[in-house]
Structures are given as C-alpha cells and as structure tokens.
C-alpha cells in the first residue's frame, strides 16, 4: 500500500523542549509539505521540499526546522523557539509542485 | 500568505440539498484544487481544475473556475450526512484557505 505515515498521532511535550515530527512517504514523490492548522483554521505553510537536500520556508517556518537527507523522508523539528506550537501538523507530498497532495494523518501536537 | 479564501465559512443544510462553496484566490494560476477534510483527519483531494477549464465533473461534485474573477466554486450536489466536512481550495502555489465547514443534517 502507497501513501504517507506520520508517526505519532498525538505527541505531548513540556515547554522548552525540542521534539521532532515524522513524516515518510512510499509513493516515490520528489516534493514533500509541513502544514501547521489550528482549531477551526485553514492550512499554513510551514516548510516545503522539492527535491532531496533541498528545502524552502513557507509562510512560517520560524521556530521550526526540517531536512531531507531522502527522498522518502521529511521530518519537522518544533524547536523551543516556536512561541505557540500546539497544533494539528499535517505533512503531504505530491509529484510535482501545483498538482494533487497527498496527505498523511497528521499529528496532533501538545505542549505544556 | 493565504491564496485561497472560501464562502461562506459555515454552511448547514439538509440532507438532500445541493451544497455550494466558493473560493477567492489573488494570483494567478496554472489550476486549482479543492480538498476535503473529515474532523481531526488529513485532506482527501476531490478534484483539480485547470486554468483553461471552466468547468469539470465528478461523480456528485461539480467544480467551476472563473480566472477573470479569480474565484471557483465547489457544488456538491444530492447532499448526503456522511458528506459532512470541512472543504478547502488551494491553488498551485500549494497555499490553502480557511476553508468551508458543511453540516449535512439528516
């Protein structure tokens, strides 16, 4: 079976601490997003990668960080610089930047 | 920046009724998506419609665009409760509006 896995689905932390999000894809896509959605929100951008070693900040990438060392693999890092990171952080891929994403589950971030 | 911004923000009707969204976006673009999102999961893509595309179908769902307007609008047609979700457009610039929050009441 193709798609994406985020692992876990509900992550819980202590304020100051860094954790780090998982995201792997088997579908062979060359771009990979982190998107962050709040309670009744849309979808922000977070960081996006189109290709292996590469990576672009979206709309706000500050407090977070991420690396693609393959192709399959797109973690997020929620540094302790991020003011309000409790979240819903959702991760997808797609083939080709503009065509359809595909979404993983999402992992539900709390931090206290 | 948000690209796409969809209307109205809430929306219930019953069961059986069409359901209609619309989304605004600022740029211009090569197509647009729309998405679907059951609570508390990720986005399920519905349908991509193209900027030389003024309309596409799919099963219960018809999506028009209007580039001289910028906007597009999602008709869900023969509504049912299971179709309760929210619904969000996104451009090819991978941004997404808030999205619309339909009810579909029994």
């Known amino acids: 079976d193709g798609g994406i896995t985020q692992s876990p689905k509900y992550l819980f932390r202590k304020e100051g601490q860094n954790v780090t999000l998982s995201c792997e894809q088997n579908?062979?896509?060359?771009?990979m997003y982190w998107y962050r959605q709040d309670p009744g929100q849309g979808l922000r951008l977070i960081y996006y990668?189109?290709?292996?070693?590469?990576?672009q900040k979206g709309d706000i990438a500050e407090g977070y960080s991420v690396s693609r060392e393959k192709k399959e693999s797109f973690p997020l890092t929620v540094t302790s610089a991020q003011k309000n990171p409790t979240a819903f952080y959702l991760c997808?891929?797609?083939?080709?930047?503009?065509?359809?994403?595909?979404f993983g589950p999402g992992t539900r971030l709390t931090v206290t | 920046s948000q690209q796409g911004e969809e209307d109205p923000q809430a929306l219930s009707i019953q069961e059986g009724e069409n359901a209609t969204m619309n989304c605004s976006y600022k740029?211009?673009?090569?197509?647009l998506q729309w998405y679907r999102q059951n609570s508390g999961r990720g986005l399920v893509h519905l349908i991509l419609?193209?900027?030389?595309?003024r309309e596409k179908h799919s099963g219960r769902l018809r999506v028009t665009l209007d580039t001289s307007k910028k906007s597009s609008s999602l008709l869900i047609t023969a509504s049912r409760a299971a179709d309760t979700a929210s619904y969000f457009c996104?451009?090819?610039?991978?941004?997404f509006g808030a999205g619309t929050r339909l009810t579909v009441k029994p």
């Open positions: 997808a891929s797609t083939t080709y930047q503009g065509y359809e994403q595909y």
């Open positions: 579908l062979n896509h060359d771009a």
């Open positions: 990668s189109q290709i292996v070693n590469d990576f």
């Open positions: 740029t211009s673009i090569n197509n």
């Open positions: 419609i193209r900027s030389n595309e």
């Open positions: 996104a451009s090819n610039d991978m941004r």
